[in-house]
């Protein structure tokens, strides 16, 4: 794990999305479609408004990216209805207000069964990219150390598979769907923040958690800790 410090969030969110947008350079410069993972909350707000200015700053001084796709895959989803103020994905698509017409959002299921709603995802994006890898993965670190819906002590770090049904989170609502350890390491750049003073513990002990786990699982790239706090002196 690489990890960059600095107290401004302004600048971490910033330089995340300066990361994404160039490994869509990369896959749109190769003549494929860039496949991306995105997360929820205040820190995915902005990264998702920081990542929308910079691919449409990006189509206007490249001319030949007009008609090249993106692909934007959720890290998990809150298992409600679209129009549920508890959906994350209805925020983040809400956030690319710039470049809605070269995008294609991969969204969970909103009713039916739960597992049969992972199993779709799943199925959506083994059809999609098969064992590719996604070309960036965002995430963010929550206070008990958990990211996307891999939570400490609940999730199993050996699963196969690209996505799971989630019958327990800690944090309501308790029905989920995640994309899995084993899909979310098979990244090509990884960026995970852990902003403000809430997540110094969990920074402290981050290699024992779901990310030190992710870290591990990752053999492409390197996998970016974005935080404000000081980086531990070991991992």
Same mark, same amino acid.
């Given at each position: ?103 294609? @959002? ?7 069964? /739960? %597992? $049969?709603?992972?199993?779709?995802? &799943?199925?959506? *994006? ?28 609940? @999730? ?7 996505? /799971? %049904? $989630?019958?327990?989170?800690?944090? &309501?609502?308790? *029905? ?37 786990? /992710? %870290? ?20």
């Amino acid at each position: 794990m690489n990890y960059i410090s600095d107290p401004s969030d302004e600048s971490l969110v910033g330089l995340c999305a300066s990361g994404v947008i160039n490994a869509v350079t990369d896959a749109w410069s190769a003549r494929r479609a860039a496949h991306i993972v995105i997360t929820g909350g205040r820190t995915g707000a902005a990264t998702v408004k920081a990542i929308d200015q910079a691919l449409f700053r990006l189509l206007r001084l490249k001319r030949a990216f007009e008609g090249c796709m993106l692909h934007i895959w959720f890290s998990d989803e809150r298992f409600t209805t679209h129009d549920d103020p508890d959906r994350i994905d209805t925020a983040l698509i809400a956030g690319f207000g710039l470049c809605k017409s070269q995008i294609v @959002f991969h969204r969970v299921d909103e009713s039916g069964e /739960l %597992a $049969v709603a992972a199993a779709n995802y &799943a199925a959506e *994006l083994d059809s999609e990219i098969g064992n590719r890898p996604f070309d960036a993965v965002v995430l963010s670190m929550g206070e008990d150390g958990h990211i996307a819906s891999l939570f400490p002590g609940l @999730f199993d770090p050996g699963f196969t598979g690209s996505t /799971l %049904a $989630v019958h327990n989170s800690p944090k &309501a609502p308790s *029905l989920r769907v995640s994309l899995s350890l084993e899909r979310l390491a098979n990244g090509l750049h990884i960026y995970i923040f852990a902003l403000g003073e809430g997540k110094a513990a969990a920074l402290s002990s981050m290699a024992t958690g779901p990310v030190g786990a /992710l %870290a591990k699982s990752s053999l492409i790239g390197q996998l970016q800790i974005l935080t404000d706090l000081s980086a531990p002196t070991s991992n």
